[in-house]
């Protein structure tokens, strides 16, 4: 299973970026995925998780700002954040699991990260 996380860099407060996680060795539509992130000196904490079906939830720190989507066609799952705030600031993974439950805790499988830095 590999999952390639892409679409991070560096972008103004205010701005707008759109992550995306290409998802391959696995089948997709059966596979819950979620997106997390990890500061600078901080853990690793989820952002948000959609199930294979589509229902989808969001922390409550990027509630409103952030929306996870789906794309099982192209076995990718997206992050779409707006508002970035210099608190964004972080490496973001994407994850896989069979069940939402278990993607928004224990995650079966990893991507590499990308990185997204929100100046001030």
């Known amino acids: 299973v590999q999952l390639q996380a892409s679409g991070g860099g560096l972008v103004q407060a205010g701005d707008s970026l759109r992550l995306s996680c290409a998802a391959s060795g696995l089948t997709f539509s059966n596979y819950a995925m979620g997106w997390y992130r990890q500061a600078p000196g901080k853990e690793r904490e989820l952002v948000a998780g959609?199930?294979?079906?589509?229902?989808?939830g969001h922390s409550d720190s990027v509630k409103g700002r952030f929306t996870i989507s789906r794309d099982n066609a192209k076995s990718t799952v997206y992050l779409q954040m707006n508002s970035l705030k210099p608190e964004d600031t972080a490496v973001y993974y994407c994850?896989?699991?069979?069940?939402?439950?278990?993607?928004?805790?224990?995650?079966?499988?990893w991507g590499q990260g990308t990185e997204v830095t929100v100046s001030s």
């Open positions: 994850a896989a699991a069979l069940s939402l439950r278990v993607v928004t805790s224990t995650p079966n499988y």
């Open positions: 959609i199930a294979n079906v589509g229902i989808r």
